[in-house]
């Protein structure tokens, strides 16, 4: 299969604080990566780093054969879509006219969205199932709501690699589970690469086909989650005590042990 966003040897700091070191993997077209990490790790700025907003002290990041540095930021988003963690207010634009910002990259800058680009934007919206969002202010709908349009917005954007940081953020638990069902869907069925930062090792096992585990800015594990998500790794992450219960032939899913003085 494909590859459709390399990075190799990555790193990256604040100055003199090292955030980043030493950070290589590879995400194939049509798979769905989960990066794991405890708060501070770094995963956000990976996902930065990825796309450019922030620029790697070392490494090279390469999207579809196409190393970013020989890239200018508006070339980049034809590759790589982001959907950030958080989002301020904008102008009172209705959903719609948010999504449909989605295709920017592609728009000269005369040129006004025109009807096929809206009808993209009515399309990631129902693949979503937030049609009826459509004609809202995007101002006033709830931060869940807010998640699913930025989400068709970066569907709009129709590019290869996907990133996603903290993707269920504000969702209620059964929009979770299905945001996260039609994101593994659309990344099968359209062949788009997703990077998703996320915080509950057990959607992760759920949802995600490979795993990074970052720790203190390095990666600690990485591979295919039935691999990678064992209750050694999971102690380790994120330093407590979890216990295993087996849901199928590909994962377990993990929940936290009796509290003890003792660490494992």
Same mark, same amino acid.
């Given at each position: 299969?494909?590859?459709?966003?390399?990075?190799?040897?990555?790193?990256?700091?604040? =100055?003199?604080?090292?955030?980043?070191?030493?950070?290589?993997?590879?995400?194939?077209?049509?798979?769905?990566? %989960?990066?794991?990490?405890?708060?501070?790790?770094?995963?956000?700025?990976?996902?930065?780093?990825?796309?450019?907003?922030?620029?790697?002290?070392?490494?090279?990041?390469?999207?579809?054969?196409?190393?970013?540095?020989?890239?200018?930021?508006?070339?980049?988003?034809?590759?790589?879509?982001?959907?950030?963690? $958080?989002?301020?207010?904008? #102008?009172?634009?209705?959903?719609?006219?948010?999504?449909?910002?989605?295709?920017?990259? #592609?728009?000269?800058?005369?040129?006004?969205?025109?009807?096929?680009?809206? $009808?993209?934007?009515?399309?990631?919206?129902?693949?979503?199932?937030?049609?009826?969002?459509?004609?809202?202010? #995007?101002?006033?709908?709830?931060?869940? $709501?807010?998640?699913?349009?930025?989400?068709?917005?970066?569907?709009?954007?129709?590019?290869?690699?996907?990133?996603?940081?903290?993707?269920?953020?504000?969702?209620?638990?059964?929009?979770?589970?299905?945001?996260?069902?039609?994101?593994?869907?659309?990344?099968?069925?359209?062949?788009?690469?997703?990077?998703?930062?996320?915080?509950?090792?057990?959607?992760?096992?759920?949802?995600?086909?490979?795993?990074?585990?970052?720790?203190?800015?390095?990666?600690?594990?990485? =591979?295919?989650?039935?691999?990678?998500?064992?209750? %050694?790794?999971?102690?380790?992450?994120?330093?407590?005590?979890?216990?295993?219960?087996?849901?199928?032939?590909?994962?377990?899913? #993990?929940?936290?042990?009796?509290?003890?003085?003792?660490?494992?």
């Amino acid at each position: 299969m494909d590859v459709g966003l390399e990075c190799r040897s990555l790193c990256f700091a604040y =100055g003199q604080s090292a955030v980043l070191s030493d950070i290589s993997f590879d995400v194939e077209q049509g798979k769905f990566c %989960a990066i794991l990490g405890r708060n501070g790790s770094g995963k956000t700025t990976l996902l930065h780093c990825l796309n450019k907003i922030l620029v790697p002290d070392q490494g090279r990041i390469i999207v579809q054969n196409r190393d970013i540095t020989t890239l200018s930021q508006g070339e980049i988003a034809k590759h790589i879509s982001l959907v950030p963690q $958080e989002h301020l207010d904008i #102008f009172p634009f209705k959903v719609l006219d948010v999504v449909v910002m989605g295709r920017t990259p #592609f728009l000269s800058l005369t040129r006004r969205p025109g009807p096929g680009d809206y $009808e993209l934007a009515r399309d990631a919206l129902n693949a979503l199932n937030a049609g009826t969002l459509a004609h809202k202010n #995007f101002n006033r709908i709830s931060g869940g $709501e807010r998640r699913i349009a930025l989400l068709a917005r970066a569907l709009t954007q129709a590019a290869g690699v996907m990133l996603l940081d903290e993707p269920t953020n504000h969702l209620d638990f059964n929009n979770q589970f299905r945001l996260l069902s039609t994101i593994k869907s659309l990344c099968r069925e359209k062949g788009i690469s997703i990077v998703a930062s996320m915080h509950d090792p057990n959607l992760a096992s759920l949802f995600a086909d490979d795993v990074i585990m970052v720790k203190s800015g390095t990666i600690m594990a990485k =591979g295919p989650v039935r691999k990678v998500m064992t209750q %050694a790794h999971i102690n380790a992450l994120y330093e407590t005590r979890v216990s295993p219960v087996a849901l199928n032939n590909r994962t377990d899913l #993990f929940f936290p042990a009796p509290f003890t003085k003792e660490m494992p």
